[in-house]
């Protein structure tokens, strides 16, 4: 996302845009938090074995900032509502 606010190279945004479309499913939890590990290529969500179950609070508000960006500049609000449930939570 910043490489792509830097030089407006709407490569990077596609590149953001499929990394974010393969991860959407580490959200799928009955908090809505996500998932910390995820198989990209199945764009498939995968419980932490040493974790089970346990969001880390860096992480789940991290990808707040960046989903949200990317809704901004996509216009699909998919994204954004799919971190703000980590809002709602905290």
Do not use: C
């Not at 179950?53 to 901004?72: I, K, N, P, W």
């Amino acid at each position: 996302m910043s490489i792509f606010h830097l030089t407006k190279d709407r490569l990077y945004l596609d590149k953001a845009t499929d990394l974010a479309n393969r991860m959407l499913p580490v959200f799928d939890t009955p908090s809505g938090l996500a998932l910390s590990m995820a198989n990209l290529g199945l764009k498939k969500a995968v419980d932490d074995p040493y974790s089970q179950g346990r969001v880390s609070t860096a992480e789940a508000t991290t990808l707040q900032l960046e989903f949200r960006y990317l809704s901004h500049l996509t216009g699909d609000s998919i994204y954004w509502d799919k971190v703000e449930q980590v809002r709602l939570t905290f």
